[in-house]
């Protein structure tokens, strides 16, 4: 490289900046990042899995305290730091991670529940098997504490991982973990794990998973456990709508029968009245079908996400069949998928119901329009009649006004020429009167129309 083209590298060098502080470098000024830039790159490594050894067990609470109960979970959480001694969460912290000496404790904030779980080495012996929930990793944690958690207890899972050199548990033995032979079951991860569960609550108030650890990684068996827990999570999550929508179908029922009613008699209305009398009783049934949308939609909704978590994270699994059991995917096939229809059915009847009434509210009121429509039309029509009339009443009414000003106005100038004659002026009052009746007459018609002319241009 000769000298010119090492001063040119070196000063373009010295133009890039070094970058890794403040915002990037280009040129001899830093750009000016934006400030959301760091929380933006750094969400999609939030939440990572723990890093897990097997042998291990596992116990996870997740508790459903609603969408304000933020601040809560973070002071409970501040309280077993403190009572551990360890690092307290940030103040806006909606996760946390943090090892309590002889057990490690993760922390995890949803939008209207959060997660708790508790991870402990297993202290099993090498190569011999005994129950692996006898003893779960819930029992380190302060029980004074643990009945403070703010919310209430919607899934408990506890979690065994064997290590590779334990044997695989014979159907007997599992059928007395699991307390019966209805357990589901598959190889996953490659054929580098196995994992059992029957998707039931315990006698203790927990449900159970069993995994086998026979060629996974630490950080890949934090993932498959992560996996298995929202699997169960996010399923009973999504059942919460199906309570909600047995229970609105009763109310739906009588909505619709009553509509059916109102389509019909919207043809064989005979007045105005009785077109405002079902409007007004459609717009009844419109304003309780949104009633029950507005109560039903969000759960409806988190119904469907969360269903849809379920899904991915079964096809994350990576499921291989065991011969003899049902898969994780077959289970929620045939016990969780037709819940999560009978729930899209309900949502889609309320929108078919919604559309109905609005259709139905829209021809009724059409209907009412057209028919005040006619009844204006049929008021202008007697309004110009009357106009028309009045008119007439006028003109004659100004007829007999001119004859009577003029009667009265000929009666003067009959005083006025028998006057001049009792002067001694030579004048017939008759001949008098008689020529000025037409001069009168017309003198007073001219003034009526000037005045009428006056008033009705000032209108």
Same mark, same amino acid.
């Given at each position: 490289?000769t000298d010119?083209?090492?001063?040119?590298?070196t000063d373009?060098l010295?133009?890039?900046?070094?970058?890794?502080t403040?915002?990037?470098?280009?040129?001899?000024?830093?750009?000016?990042?934006h400030?959301?830039r760091?929380?933006l790159?750094n969400e999609?490594?939030a939440r990572?899995p723990e890093s897990?050894?097997a042998?291990m067990?596992?116990t996870m609470?997740?508790m459903?305290?609603?969408?304000a109960?933020?601040?809560a979970?973070?002071r409970h959480?501040?309280?077993?730091?403190?009572w551990?001694?360890?690092?307290r969460?940030p103040?806006?912290?909606?996760?946390?991670?943090a090892s309590?000496g002889s057990?490690h404790l993760?922390?995890e904030?949803?939008?209207?529940?959060?997660t708790?779980?508790?991870f402990r080495?297993s202290?099993?012996?090498?190569?011999?098997?005994v129950?692996?929930?006898?003893?779960?990793a819930l029992?380190a944690l302060?029980?004074d504490?643990?009945?403070?958690?703010p919310g209430e207890?919607?899934?408990g899972i506890?979690v065994a991982?064997?290590a590779?050199?334990?044997?695989e548990?014979?159907?007997t033995m599992?059928?007395?973990?699991f307390g019966?032979?209805s357990?589901?079951?598959s190889?996953?991860?490659g054929?580098s794990?196995?994992?059992?569960?029957?998707?039931r609550?315990?006698g203790d108030?927990?449900s159970?998973m069993l995994?086998?650890?026979?060629?996974m990684?630490?950080?890949?068996t934090g993932?498959v456990?992560?996996?298995?827990l929202?699997?169960?999570?996010y399923r009973?999550l999504?059942l919460l709508a199906?309570?909600?929508a047995?229970g609105v179908?009763?109310?739906?029922?009588?909505i619709e029968?009553?509509?059916s009613?109102?389509?019909?008699?919207i043809?064989s209305l005979?007045?105005?009245?009785d077109?405002?009398?079902l409007?007004?009783?459609?717009?009844?049934?419109?304003a309780?079908?949104?009633?029950?949308?507005?109560?039903?939609?969000y759960r409806?909704?988190?119904?469907?996400a969360?269903h849809?978590?379920v899904?991915r994270?079964?096809e994350?699994?990576r499921e291989?069949r065991?011969?003899g059991?049902?898969?994780v995917?077959e289970f !929620?096939? /045939?016990r969780?998928t037709?819940?999560? =229809?009978t729930c +899209?059915? %309900? #949502?889609?009847r309320l929108?078919?119901?919604s559309q109905?009434?609005?259709?139905?509210?829209?021809?009724?009121?059409?209907?009412?329009?057209?028919?005040?429509?006619?009844?204006?039309?049929?008021?202008?029509?007697? !309004?110009d /009649?009357?106009a028309?009339?009045?008119? =007439?009443?006028q +003109?004659? %009414? #100004?007829?007999?006004s001119?004859?009577?000003i003029?009667?009265y106005?000929?009666?003067i100038v009959?005083?006025?020429a028998k006057?001049?004659?009792?002067?001694?002026l030579?004048v017939d009052?008759d001949m008098?009167v008689?020529?000025?009746i037409?001069?009168?007459?017309a003198?007073?018609?001219?003034? %009526?129309?000037?005045?009428r002319?006056v008033?009705v241009?000032e209108h």
């Amino acid at each position: 490289m000769t000298d010119g083209a090492a001063r040119m590298t070196t000063d373009t060098l010295a133009r890039a900046g070094t970058p890794g502080t403040g915002g990037a470098m280009i040129g001899p000024r830093p750009l000016r990042d934006h400030p959301l830039r760091q929380s933006l790159t750094n969400e999609v490594h939030a939440r990572p899995p723990e890093s897990l050894t097997a042998p291990m067990r596992a116990t996870m609470l997740a508790m459903l305290s609603g969408e304000a109960a933020a601040e809560a979970d973070r002071r409970h959480l501040e309280a077993l730091c403190d009572w551990a001694g360890v690092v307290r969460p940030p103040q806006d912290a909606t996760h946390h991670s943090a090892s309590f000496g002889s057990f490690h404790l993760k922390w995890e904030r949803h939008t209207e529940f959060s997660t708790w779980t508790v991870f402990r080495p297993s202290a099993m012996p090498s190569g011999s098997l005994v129950d692996p929930f006898v003893e779960p990793a819930l029992q380190a944690l302060p029980r004074d504490w643990l009945a403070g958690l703010p919310g209430e207890l919607l899934v408990g899972i506890h979690v065994a991982v064997l290590a590779p050199d334990m044997p695989e548990p014979s159907p007997t033995m599992m059928a007395a973990m699991f307390g019966s032979e209805s357990y589901v079951g598959s190889r996953i991860a490659g054929r580098s794990a196995t994992a059992w569960t029957d998707f039931r609550i315990h006698g203790d108030g927990f449900s159970r998973m069993l995994v086998i650890d026979h060629s996974m990684t630490p950080r890949q068996t934090g993932r498959v456990v992560q996996r298995l827990l929202e699997i169960e999570t996010y399923r009973v999550l999504a059942l919460l709508a199906l309570p909600m929508a047995r229970g609105v179908l009763p109310r739906i029922g009588p909505i619709e029968a009553g509509l059916s009613d109102v389509t019909t008699r919207i043809a064989s209305l005979r007045g105005l009245q009785d077109e405002r009398d079902l409007l007004d009783r459609l717009t009844l049934l419109a304003a309780q079908t949104e009633q029950i949308a507005a109560e039903t939609a969000y759960r409806f909704g988190a119904a469907r996400a969360y269903h849809e978590l379920v899904e991915r994270r079964i096809e994350e699994l990576r499921e291989i069949r065991i011969e003899g059991l049902q898969t994780v995917r077959e289970f !929620m096939d /045939r016990r969780l998928t037709p819940a999560i =229809r009978t729930c +899209e059915a %309900v #949502e889609e009847r309320l929108d078919s119901l919604s559309q109905r009434v609005a259709r139905a509210s829209t021809l009724l009121r059409t209907r009412v329009e057209i028919a005040v429509e006619g009844q204006n039309a049929e008021l202008l029509q007697s !309004m110009d /009649r009357r106009a028309q009339l009045q008119l =007439r009443l006028q +003109e004659t %009414v #100004e007829g007999l006004s001119v004859v009577a000003i003029s009667y009265y106005l000929v009666g003067i100038v009959g005083y006025a020429a028998k006057g001049l004659k009792g002067f001694g002026l030579k004048v017939d009052p008759d001949m008098l009167v008689g020529v000025m009746i037409p001069v009168v007459i017309a003198f007073v018609w001219s003034g %009526v129309r000037r005045i009428r002319k006056v008033l009705v241009g000032e209108h």
